[in-house]
């Protein structure tokens, strides 16, 4: 479990959890990158983070309740997922993306999916967490038409390369 906080602030207990850069990149890496395993993410990072890093990081979040870790043998890749407070970080990420936009140089390819975010606003927000959801924690896939967030988000991407 997480240790007490420095404070009973709110604004501290999340930054305590989540505030470092490398977590937070490791979250949108497993978030809107679908990556899961160690190596997709220590392949996949842009910024180029170190493996140590990633490891220390990794525990961390799971220590601290955003990601679990899937119990595997020796030599079996571990896969890790978000858990329902991770999930519910979706408008916080969608809302650091829009200022990133606004104040920040950002690449055609990095601020696509920022961009359909801030475009779709607290329903797609919804959407996505609902779809993460089916993904890291199993629940039943809502009926929909046409394809998911996390296929525009992809589509999105690709489509800036």
């Known amino acids: ?5 420095r ?3 709110p604004i501290n207990a999340a930054i305590e959890a989540f505030g470092d850069s490398w977590s937070l990149l490791v979250l949108r890496d497993i978030m809107f ?23 220390d990081r990794l525990k961390r979040l799971v220590k601290a309740g955003l990601l679990t870790r899937e119990d595997v043998g020796p030599g079996k890749r571990a896969a890790y997922s978000l858990t329902e407070a991770s999930i ?19 690449t055609k390819r990095l601020r696509v999916r ?3 975010l801030a475009a779709g606003g607290p329903e797609l927000w919804a959407e ?14 809502p009926d929909r038409d046409g394809p998911g967030v996390l296929e525009r988000l992809a589509a999105a991407y ?4």
């Open 158 to 161: 690709d489509g800036a390369l």
């Open 33 to 55: 990158g679908t990556r899961r395993y160690f190596r997709e993410l220590l392949a996949g990072s842009e910024e180029g983070i170190a493996s140590n890093i990633l490891a």
């Open 114 to 116: 920022a961009e359909l």
């Open 128 to 141: 996505f967490m609902a779809e993460l959801r089916v993904v890291h924690l199993g629940e039943q896939a």
């Open 7 to 9: 404070s009973g602030c």
């Open 88 to 106: 519910q970080l979706v408008p916080v990420f969608a809302q650091l993306g829009s200022w990133g936009l606004a104040h920040r140089p950002t």
């Open 1 to 5: 479990m997480a240790e007490p906080a």
